[in-house]
């Protein structure tokens, strides 16, 4: 009996073991036996290299093929990971599609990476092959480091620096990542004060129609001014966007700008149109329009009097009927901007297909107006195609004479950039509104 009894109390023990450490869909180990084992590992002498690393639009490939077939892909996955390292080495499935591999000893990253992408690029379940793209994240350990998290972390911050970089397979954690992430803590602890105690600001930068010299939108764009320093919109949106504080702050700007227009609408017979930037992370809320429109109702604002920005970032969301949200907005009366066009993976198809009534082309096109390139004919076409497609353009970035010219030549509707006016803060602006009636 007591043998008996102490069988199944084994049985039992291993079973939570099991449950505790072992991945279910891979037989692998899960994020708690990685931690385990690593902070064994880290224990030891010589040299450890951490790599982070995930499936590109994993979450496509389920709803593709369904669960079963992705649950399918990741075994096969944690499988080619296992050939392509050493039996010292470690491989755990971390989370979702996420994999931690652990390597000890030399090891030229340059090869293992390589090797990793070779192995998983091309996968067979049954007889089907598929084609795979993967990001990896690398950290080679500092010799006295024991904090098995932290190292973690760092290969993530490495992973995320090449993520949606298709020519870019990995990246390795440097120090500058360090000094980024500090910053990030730093922004992120700051952020919901920065609210509270209004020091996000809304300021305006005219686009000027280029036929008729005359004002006829603006972009609003937001500015943190915090103890008389400016911090860059380009250092905290990417953040922002990152941990979802974009939503709220989105919606703060927004609602400026409605405030804003109710102002304007009493002291001048015409207003200009006020284009907003909205990230995806907001448009894929569910109470998004719902919540947008209120604003708008509260301050007796018309949609006709705001334009969405969108980035082409935003369009190509395989997960997301972008379409039927952006015609949902169309059918509430605002029209709809593509921003930064040119950067991304637009498509002809994609702008036909789209309720878009407006693309504002990147700066860096409009740099390079002057210098014998191919950009000049690339932007000729960009133009053509606009007014085939019946589109509005903006030039973003405008800074010359002679790119005004350039563009006039074209027949682009509006120009944006220092040419005309820097972005401008609320009592400036309407200065530059009764200045330039």
Not at 150 to 156: E, F, T
Request: hydrophobic share 35%; with cysteine; net charge neutral.
């Amino acid at each position: 009996m007591n043998r008996r009894y102490r069988k199944l109390r084994i049985e039992k023990r291993n079973r939570l073991l099991e449950l505790a450490y072992i991945d279910p869909i891979t037989g692998l180990g899960n994020y708690n036996a990685y931690l385990a084992r690593a902070k064994e590992k880290l224990e030891k002498d010589g040299k450890k290299t951490i790599i982070i690393l995930d499936i590109d639009k994993f979450k496509t490939f389920n709803k593709k093929y369904g669960h079963v077939k992705g649950n399918e892909l990741l075994k096969r996955v944690g499988e080619e990971i296992k050939h392509a390292i050493r039996k010292t080495d470690i491989v755990c499935r971390l989370t979702n599609d996420v994999f931690g591999i652990f390597l000890v000893g030399e090891v030229d990253v340059e090869k293992i990476t390589e090797r990793l992408n070779n192995k998983i690029s091309r996968i067979h379940i049954g007889e089907v092959w598929y084609n795979l793209r993967i990001s990896m994240g690398v950290y080679i350990c500092d010799k006295d480091e024991k904090d098995v998290q932290s190292i973690i972390d760092k290969a993530i911050m490495a992973h995320d620096s090449v993520k949606g970089k298709y020519h870019v397979p990995y990246g390795v954690f440097t120090e500058e990542f360090e000094q980024k992430m500090i910053r990030e803590s730093e922004i992120e602890n700051m952020m919901e004060e920065a609210i509270k105690n209004k020091e996000f600001e809304v300021y305006y930068q005219p686009q000027m129609n280029t036929q008729t010299g005359k004002m006829e939108g603006a972009e609003a764009l937001v500015r943190w001014k915090k103890d008389g320093n400016m911090i860059s919109p380009s250092e905290f949106i990417p953040i922002f966007e990152k941990n979802y504080f974009i939503i709220k702050l989105e919606k703060f700007v927004y609602e400026k700008v409605c405030e804003n227009l109710q102002e304007m609408k009493t002291e001048f017979k015409e207003i200009p149109k006020i284009s907003i930037n909205i990230s995806k992370e907001s448009l894929l809320e569910k109470d998004f329009l719902e919540k947008y429109m209120k604003m708008t109702e509260q301050y007796s604002i018309s949609p006709n009097d705001i334009e969405i920005e969108i980035t082409e970032r935003t369009t190509v969301d395989n997960n997301t009927d972008m379409k039927e949200i952006l015609e949902k907005i169309k059918e509430k009366g605002f029209s709809i901007a593509i921003d930064d066009f040119g950067t991304g993976y637009s498509s002809l198809n994609m702008l036909e297909m789209l309720p878009i009534d407006m693309i504002k082309i990147d700066k860096s096109f409009i740099d390079r107006i002057g210098e014998k390139n191919e950009t000049i004919n690339l932007l000729e076409i960009i133009f053509l195609i606009s007014k085939k497609l019946n589109l509005k353009t903006v030039a973003e970035g405008v800074e010359k004479s002679e790119q005004v010219s350039y563009l006039k030549k074209e027949n682009c509707d509006f120009i944006q950039g220092y040419f005309y006016a820097k972005p401008l803060d609320f009592d400036a602006f309407k200065k530059y509104i009764k200045e330039n009636k």
